[in-house]
T-cell receptor, first 117, second 110 residues
Framework: GAGVSQSPSNKVTEKGKDVELRCDPI?????LYWYRQRLGQGLEFLIY????????KSGLPSDRFSAERTGESVSTLTIQRTQQEDSAVYLC???????????????FGPGTRLTVT | GDSVTQMEGPVTLSEEAFLTINCTYT??????LFWYVQYPGEGLQLLLK?????DKGSNKGFEATYRKETTSFHLEKGSVQVSDSAVYFC?????????FGAGTRLTVKP
């Protein structure tokens, strides 16, 4: 079956512009995550969606970052007034469920490489 | 808070060499532990996992044992191949998010 897909794969934008990144999770996966991976660094948790519950936004680095998810499908991550420090690979992952059984595997998309010039 | 500390890279080995990538964690509860691998140009893939103390995860010749007494989950492989060249991430499940290590880049030379 299809995996997690993300678009665009690469995005180059000028400082100050807004960008929108898209994630299509695996069908039936109720949980969706966004991470940021700066060059040579580990993954930084940004935001988490679980079903129709309010998202956990605790990882968003500033109010320029926001994300939405329609039901249990597509999610978009929006970065307003981009800065050079926003340059990174943005990864999306989905999993079947995040309940008390915390070992559910996350399936990652290929990422969107964002470059802010 | 919970965290993962991973052996810094890069690591360069010859084919058929023994691999160890160290990973230690700090957690208040009883997390699940994971190793993810990121091949060049691809997304992260789960390599193996362990959900409780003394569990051993294994896949593709890689192994890691959940050691509660040493809070470790070291990744090992007895004989690496060129195709194992990738970045390896240790992670723990801290619901709702995962805590990832910084990643260790492994290069295997023929």
């Amino acid at each position: 079956g299809a995996g997690v897909s993300q678009s665009p794969s690469n995005k180059v934008t000028e400082k100050g512009k807004d960008v929108e990144l898209r994630c299509d999770p695996i069908s039936g996966h109720t949980a969706l995550y966004w991470y940021r991976q700066r060059l040579g660094q580990g993954l930084e948790f940004l935001i988490y969606f679980q079903g129709n519950s309010a998202p956990d936004k605790s990882g968003l680095p500033s109010d320029r970052f926001s994300a939405e998810r329609t039901g249990e499908s597509v999610s978009t991550l929006t970065i307003q007034r981009t800065q050079q420090e926003d340059s990174a690979v943005y990864l999306c992952a989905s999993s079947r469920h995040m309940g008390t059984a915390n070992s559910y595997e996350q399936y990652f998309g290929p990422g969107t490489r964002l470059t802010v010039t | 808070g919970d965290s993962v500390t991973q052996m810094e890279g890069p690591v360069t080995l010859s084919e058929e060499a023994f691999l160890t990538i160290n990973c230690t964690y700090t957690a208040t509860g009883y997390p699940s532990l994971f190793w993810y691998v990121q091949y060049p140009g691809e997304g992260l893939q789960l390599l193996l996992k362990a959900t409780k103390a003394d569990d051993k995860g294994s896949n593709k010749g890689f192994e890691a044992t959940y050691r509660k007494e040493t809070t470790s989950f070291h990744l090992e492989k007895g004989s690496v191949q060129v195709s194992d060249s990738a970045v390896y991430f240790c992670a723990l499940s801290d619901p709702p998010d995962m805590r990832f290590g910084a990643g260790t880049r492994l290069t295997v030379k023929p």
